[in-house]
Structures are given as C-alpha cells and as structure tokens.
T-cell receptor
Framework: GAVVSQHPSWVICKSGTSVKIECRSL??????MFWYRQFPKQSLMLMAT?????????EQGVEKDKFLINHASLTLSTLTVTSAHPEDSSFYIC???????????FGSGTRLTVV | DAKTTQPNSMESNEEEPVHLPCNHS???????IHWYRQLPSQGPEYVIH???SNVNNRMASLAIAEDRKSSTLILHRATLRDAAVYYC????????????FGKGTRLSVIA
C-alpha cells in the first residue's frame, strides 16, 4: 500500500532555533500534501495544503512566515518551524491524498518539543 | 465537509465486538463515509469507507443506515491493539481537499 514516510519522529530543539520536518511519499507521487498539528488530547488541526511546484495554502491563523512549507518534488514536502518557541511544541503530521475516493495516507508524525 | 457526531469515549472488553456509532444527518448524496483511527503517538490510519451499502474488510465492518444519516463501525473482536481514537469523516467524492477531523471516539479495550 501507499506509504508516507515522515522524519524525524521526534525532535527537541532550543527556543529560537529552526526545525525541518520531512514527509516523503515512498511508492506514489503526491501532488498535494497536507500538514496537521495536534496538541495533547485534541484532534488534528489542518495547518496548510502543500502543492508541488507552487506556494502552500495556509489555514486561517497559521503564520506562513513561521511555518515554511516547501513541496519541490512529487515525493517530498517539508515543513520548517522557524524561530521555534515552547508554544510550538506539538505533534506534527503530514498526509497525502490517494486515488479518490479511497482516502488519505498519513505519516507517523513528528513530536516537536521546544525547550 | 458535513459535520459528524460521535460519542467522546467508549469502552470494550477484549475479544468482544465493538459498535462505534456516528451521526451525520446533513450528509449529501455524494459524500462517502470514511473511518480512520489514530493509535497513541501515531498518525491516523485508514480503516474503512462506504457510500450506501455495508462494507467489510479485514479490519472492520461498516454498517450504513438506509437514510445514510448514521453509520456504525464494527470491530468484530476487539483487541488491546484496537485501543485508539476513531474518527468518522465525510468525504466529498471529488477534489483534492483535506480531511477535516472532529473529536472522534476514544476506544478503551479492557483485558
């Protein structure tokens, strides 16, 4: 089946530094990927839609200059959290859409802790 | 995407069947009913989907009401590994829009 590989699975960084999270589609081409954020005991919240070769579309309230998304190829999308702060600590998850209407496949998530 | 309503939590004994309900009274004729689950500290995974007829796969069964305003995910024999948050999501048949997650149902399985 289709697999989305997400790395790293966890990362701890110092406040003010930047962190890059990678999401790769291993056996299919993903023209569109989605990035979610999940705080403890809460549901997934969509952050942005990443389209290959074009600018990402951000949800309301998500700072595009803080959460940089790059989707330079059909198999790789990256999310960079710039100047991270403790409130950015969260579980970040990527997703790619599959052949309709068979749904979506998700990465295993990245636990970011900013200290 | 139309809204779904699920109980916050449910509990089941191991090796017993589990019926997870979902109400979606505003479903449109072109909405598929999808179920995903999220195990602790992992990304969601696809469970099953359907449109009008009941569906079975190796993971679960999906029973869809005749008027499509509700559905039930059935785990035939719950195991400890089935403890997860289960999300019922309506998905339009076309377009490349993201899944919108509600709060889901947290299933606990007791040994």
């Amino acid at each position: 089946g289709a697999v989305v590989s997400q790395h790293p699975s966890w990362v701890i960084c110092k406040s003010g530094t930047s962190v890059k999270i990678e999401c790769r589609s291993l056996d299919f081409q993903a023209t569109t990927m989605f990035w979610y954020r999940q705080f403890p005991k809460q549901s997934l919240m969509l952050m942005a839609t990443s389209n290959e070769g074009s600018k990402a579309t951000y949800e309301q309230g998500v700072e595009k200059d803080k959460f940089l998304i790059n989707h330079a190829s059909l198999t790789l999308s990256t999310l960079t959290v710039t100047s991270a702060h403790p409130e950015d600590s969260s579980f970040y998850i990527c997703s790619a859409s599959m052949r309709q209407p068979y749904g979506y496949t998700f990465g295993s998530g990245t636990r970011l802790t900013v200290v | 995407d139309a809204k779904t309503t699920q109980p916050n939590s449910m509990e089941s004994n191991e090796e017993e069947p589990v019926h997870l309900p979902c109400n979606h009274s505003t479903i449109s004729g072109t909405d598929y009913i999808h179920w995903y689950r999220q195990l602790p500290s992992q990304g969601p995974e696809y469970v099953i989907h359907g449109l009008t007829s009941n569906v079975n796969n190796r993971m679960a069964s999906l029973a869809i009401a005749e008027d499509r305003k509700s559905s039930t995910l059935i785990l035939h024999r719950a195991t400890l590994r089935d403890a997860a948050v289960y999300y019922c999501i309506l998905r339009f048949t076309s377009g490349n829009t993201p899944l919108v997650f509600g709060k889901g149902t947290r299933l606990s399985v007791i040994a």
